[in-house]
């Protein structure tokens, strides 16, 4: 289950949009193998709250696009379906029945920048932002060229299988 919180006031979240957003990232969890019910909180923000986060949490003191906040350690270089696509988690890792995968916060405001920067859709920028962090919580990293190239790939299939294109 997505748990989204809108805290921004400069872009109007609807209904239909925060559920595009919500079907995105179920939809990158069943692509990647998650089997088990999840719980992931969704935080909508603007710059000056994601650079705030951003200096408090990574000693960063510059706006950016998304943050993600993982609940699971993972091996360097495994992502869950690798490591624990039939592992028995501890219920620490629990709220009631959902496992908790973590926190993904979103600046709906650098959202529209780099949609206009990229020249694609705004839906397109926020979905993109929403499966990357969807993949962060299931342990992709891209540091490394390797890594890199991994996470770019998954980004595109599963961006690509729902038909969410940069045209």
């Known amino acids: 289950m997505v748990y989204t919180d809108n805290r921004q006031s400069k872009l109007e979240v609807t209904k239909e949009f925060q559920e595009f957003i919500e079907g995105t990232i179920e ?4 692509e990647e193998e998650v089997k ?5 909180s969704l935080i909508f923000v603007d710059n000056d709250e994601i650079k705030d986060i ?24 495994k992502v869950f379906k ?10 620490t890792y629990f709220d009631g029945e959902e ?9 709906l405001e650098k959202a529209v920048e780099q ?10 920028e926020a979905a993109y932002l929403a499966v990357h962090s969807v993949l962060h919580l299931l342990g ?3 540091m490394e060229d390797d890594e890199k190239q991994v996470m770019r790939g998954r980004e595109e299939a599963i961006l690509n299988k729902l038909n969410i294109t940069r045209g």
Request: hydrophobic share 30%.
């Open 27 to 30: 939809f990158a969890l069943k």
């Open 36 to 40: 088990c019910e999840t719980q992931i």
């Open 54 to 77: 951003n200096r408090e949490t990574r000693a960063i003191d510059k706006e950016t696009d998304v943050l993600s906040f993982p609940m699971i350690e993972y091996e360097k270089g």
């Open 82 to 91: 690798e490591q624990y696509s039939d592992y028995e988690f501890d219920e």
């Open 99 to 107: 496992l908790v995968l973590g926190d993904i916060v979103i600046s």
């Open 115 to 124: 949609s206009e920067e990229y020249n694609h859709s705004y839906d397109r």
């Open 140 to 142: 992709y990293d891209h």
